[in-house]
């Protein structure tokens, strides 16, 4: 036996098998924490069936579900990507774990890019399950797939930028509570179970510029009417991505 065949390689993993393996490991306690779940799985499909079945708000001429599945998926994505990932990294901060994290051979922007890939992953899981959900209650959506998918991306981002600036610049508590508010107040004037139409004109001009209802309303365009490139919308989620994603690495506070 040749010396040193046994000796120890001290040295960091390659940095994509470190982006994976923190990726994996945030997907996993994500998907093992009830309260996410609550909110990013059970809500959304609650809703989608209770509305689609149940004869509660008016939608419009057409098949309930043909205009709730969008903004259901909307609602899905802003979830995972803000309210899930402001409170998980929230609490994160606050007991330490990112201090920790950023002293380990990851590098900081690793992390930040392993945390988007579990959003990701865990939004392609909802989204799965809310089309097949969606399909069983008679959804028919039309439109071009490439329009569908550069939405989602444009909203994920956008919603992940104010949710990582939301956990770095306030306390956890203070998180977790504007988190949820938000996302109770964007669930009722977002565009995702009443249409923006029902409000008064001056409120839905102002409401259709937030990136929920850009989402919703892209999303539905495309799904629902078979619309093309919904630039209007696309372009209202690249500014709040810009916005959402610079602001957060500028002011995100690691302690």
């Not at 909307?74 to 929230?90: D, E, H, N, P, R």
């Not at 799965?128 to 994920?156: D, E, K, Q, Y």
């Not at 956890?172 to 938000?182: I, R, S, Y």
């Not at 139409?197 to 495309?222: K, Q």
């Amino acid at each position: 036996m040749s010396a040193g065949t046994y000796t120890p390689k001290p040295g960091a993993a390659p940095l994509t098998r470190m982006i994976a393996a923190q990726a994996a490991f945030e997907t996993r306690m994500l998907l093992r924490n009830g309260e996410q779940l609550l909110l990013t799985v059970i809500i959304p499909s609650l809703l989608l069936v209770l509305f689609s079945t149940v004869d509660i708000v008016d939608t419009g001429d057409g098949r309930a579900v043909d205009f709730l599945a969008p903004g259901v998926l909307a609602l899905a994505v802003m979830s995972t990507a803000f309210t899930g990932q402001a409170i998980a990294t929230g609490f994160e901060r606050r007991y330490g774990v990112l201090k920790r994290l950023g002293a380990s051979p990851i590098p900081r922007w690793a992390l930040m890019c392993a945390k988007t890939l579990s959003v990701l992953v865990t939004e392609v899981l909802q989204i799965v399950l809310l089309t097949v959900i969606a399909f069983a209650l008679g959804w028919s959506p039309h439109g071009n797939p490439f329009a569908v998918l550069l939405l989602l991306v444009l909203g994920t981002a956008a919603f992940s930028g104010l949710g990582l600036l939301m956990a770095g610049t306030l306390r956890a508590e203070a998180t977790l509570a504007a988190a949820n508010l938000v996302f109770l107040l964007l669930l009722v004037g977002g565009g995702v179970i009443v249409p923006l139409d029902r409000f008064p004109a001056g409120v839905a001009s102002v409401l259709g510029l937030l990136p929920i209802s850009a989402l919703s309303d892209g999303l539905r365009d495309v799904l629902q009417q078979g619309a093309g490139m919904p630039w209007g919308d696309l372009g209202i989620l690249s500014v709040w991505a810009l916005l959402g994603l610079g602001a957060a690495a500028r002011l995100f506070r690691w302690e």
